[in-house]
């Protein structure tokens, strides 16, 4: 709805989307003295004549990268319940990747994304604990690589990250320290909030490069994140109409905890269809902004989902979801536009991935991927562009999980644990072929064990591997909800632990990192009481009503988890 957009290129009406947290009103400052910043780098001497337009033929790149969508979540891709006019149009006017790849998860999707380069290779196939990377973890992505954005800005792009980041939340670690001139949005996932029932989690963030400009507090604040990624990017957009830039938006959407606009729940049966409605919605507010500026046939865009679906998503015809390797985990519904370069209407199965765009985006923009490191994505301008001949450049494609390989794809064949797939005949992975193939399955396994024996496990790295990003004495960026002090470690428990418990100390701290103490239900707990440490099995269930809530044993107190917190102690 027109009259509802809050483009931050245009006065005060940026208030519409503020309004919805009373935190997020430092963020309007914040915007207004980024958007004053912008005009005086692009024009220091506040001159009114027009900066002069790249004139190389350099396409400028806008890379959409939304959350946990399902491979049938879209209407170009099989959805009959989802209504997706926007992405509809950009399949028509460009090109279906039907055999597209990602990671089967949040931060290594993002990672291989950045870097061209399969997570387990630079560290970041699993967390410092976690398969993902939480708030205050000591891992992230090394500064040393050499991401997409490096690139494009060492070639003249102005750079742009808007929306969910996932790859580290340490300084080092942040967009403008991985090649982003500038970052809007959250640093890790939506769901690492204090309302998450699973974990004892901080407040979660909302950012301006390393600032806290806002927090996202309540259900209403996560309904405005696509709304705000997609408007930042359109500031941005437009700020940089007469130079080559690349703008990133990985969306938040439809990664749980789900909630969209008023206007897209009304008319939805379910949270799902209203934010991939609202994704479609955003879809359409870029082409909009680039055919206004007449980018259209200068920009390149892709659409793709990060991973798989989980509940309430589509992944038809796929099997498995999110998390596993399974096709329905890493194939990802992606479509490309580029006007008058890739053919309209176009579909291709050839085997591509999110690592290709590295040196996809580097041979476009006239330059190079770095020369002194293994990357493992491919230029694949040979299939957007419908050349005569092309194929997938993967001789083999390895599907890792958790810092391990469990299944390997060389043309039309998959071995999945030892099972042997034909995807072309069977893409839902119905089928075990491998009594009947046995030497296609031998040919797999040494693609397996050639791999493994580069790359290693997530307990062995290979010789292959890079290392992955480390930082000691790492803190969350805003503090857990009831906990005081900084590095201060709880005292001795006044009642003898459980003979089994864990022997190390427990920080009283709301900065700790989020580390395998602060989940709720983990096998060890700790009554912030009494200080009595046993297994969850010694700590009763609070009661009817009170979810996720424990009593000890010893001083049967409630434990304050922050969501109970008002009830608690």
Same mark, same amino acid.
């Given at each position: ?31 207004? +003295? ?19 337009? /790249?004139? @190389? #033929? ?17 209407? &170009?891709?099989? +959805? ?44 970041? @196939? ?8 939480? &708030? ?10 050499? *991401? ?14 808007? #929306? ?35 974990? /004892?989690? =901080? ?95 200068? *920009? ?6 990060? !991973? ?16 596993? *390797? ?105 089928? !075990?072929?491998?009594? @009947? ?25 290979? &010789?292959? *591997? ?12 805003? =503090? ?21 418990? =864990? ?9 700790? &990192? ?23 099995? /010694?700590?009763?269930?609070? #009661? ?26």
């Amino acid at each position: 709805m027109k009259n509802e957009s809050t483009d931050f290129s245009k006065g005060l009406t940026r208030r519409k989307f503020l309004k919805y947290s009373a935190l997020f009103s430092a963020a309007a400052a914040s915007l207004a +003295s980024w958007e004053a910043q912008q005009v005086l780098a692009t024009n220091p001497d506040n001159k009114t004549d027009k900066i002069k337009t /790249d004139e @190389s #033929g350099r396409p400028n790149f806008i890379y959409i990268f939304v959350d946990d969508g399902g491979y049938a979540d879209i209407e &170009p891709f099989g +959805s009959k319940i989802n209504r997706t006019p926007n992405l509809n149009r950009m399949a028509a006017e460009g090109m279906k990747l039907t055999s597209h790849y990602s990671a089967p998860v949040c931060s290594p999707a993002r990672a291989q994304l950045m870097t061209g380069s399969y997570a387990q290779r630079i560290g970041l @196939s699993y967390g410092s604990y976690a398969s993902v990377l939480r &708030p205050g973890d000591r891992h992230g992505l090394n500064p040393q690589e050499e *991401t997409l954005a490096k690139i494009l800005k060492k070639a003249g792009y102005a750079t742009g990250c808007f #929306g969910k980041w996932h790859l580290g939340d340490q300084p080092q670690f942040l967009p403008t320290n991985q090649g982003f001139d500038d970052f809007w949005g959250i640093p890790y996932s939506n769901n690492q909030w204090p309302l998450e029932p699973n974990w /004892d989690y =901080p407040r979660l963030p909302f950012m301006h490069n390393d600032k806290v400009v806002g927090e996202v507090a309540t259900m209403q604040d996560q309904a405005q994140l696509c709304r705000l990624a997609v408007e930042t990017a359109i500031s941005f957009i437009k700020q940089n109409k007469h130079r080559p830039f690349f703008a990133y938006i990985p969306h938040v959407f439809t990664h749980t905890p789900c909630m969209a606009r008023p206007e897209f729940m009304a008319r939805a049966k379910d949270v799902t269809q209203a934010q991939v409605e609202e994704l479609d919605w955003a879809v359409g507010q870029i082409f909009e902004v680039l055919r206004e500026l007449n980018l259209d046939r200068k *920009t390149v865009v892709f659409w793709v989902s990060d !991973n798989g679906g989980e509940k309430g998503n589509n992944n038809d015809p796929l099997r498995g979801q999110k998390g596993s *390797t399974w096709e329905g985990g890493t194939r990802v519904p992606a479509i490309a536009w580029w006007p008058a370069h890739i053919p309209a209407g176009s579909v291709s199965d050839e085997v591509t991935t999110t690592m290709d765009m590295l040196p996809t985006f580097a041979s476009l923009a006239g330059t190079q991927p770095p020369n002194d490191r293994v990357i493992d994505g491919h230029d694949i301008r040979s299939i957007l562009l419908c050349k005569s001949g092309a194929v997938s450049p993967y001789e083999a494609y390895f599907y890792y999980r958790d810092g391990e390989l469990e299944a390997v794809r060389c043309g039309d064949w998959k071995l999945r644990k030892g099972e042997l797939y034909n995807l072309a005949k069977d893409i839902g992975e119905t089928t !075990n072929l491998a009594q @009947s193939n046995p030497d296609m399955v031998k040919k797999l396994q040494a693609y397996m064990t050639k791999a493994v024996a580069e790359l290693g496990n997530r307990n062995n790295p290979g &010789p292959g *591997t890079r290392p992955v990003g480390k930082i000691e004495n790492a803190r969350t960026i805003l =503090p857990r909800p009831g906990l005081k002090g900084d590095i201060v470690n709880m005292p001795s428990a006044p009642w003898p632990a459980h003979p089994d418990a =864990p022997k190390r100390p427990v920080p009283d701290d709301a900065y700790a &990192p989020t580390g395998p103490e602060f989940r709720v239900g983990n096998s060890w707990m700790i009554c912030p009481v009494c200080l009595y440490q046993g297994t969850s099995k /010694d700590f009763k269930e609070a #009661g009817p009503g009170v979810r996720a809530g424990f009593c000890c044993p010893v001083c049967t107190r409630l434990r304050p988890l922050p969501q109970f917190c008002n009830n608690a102690l």
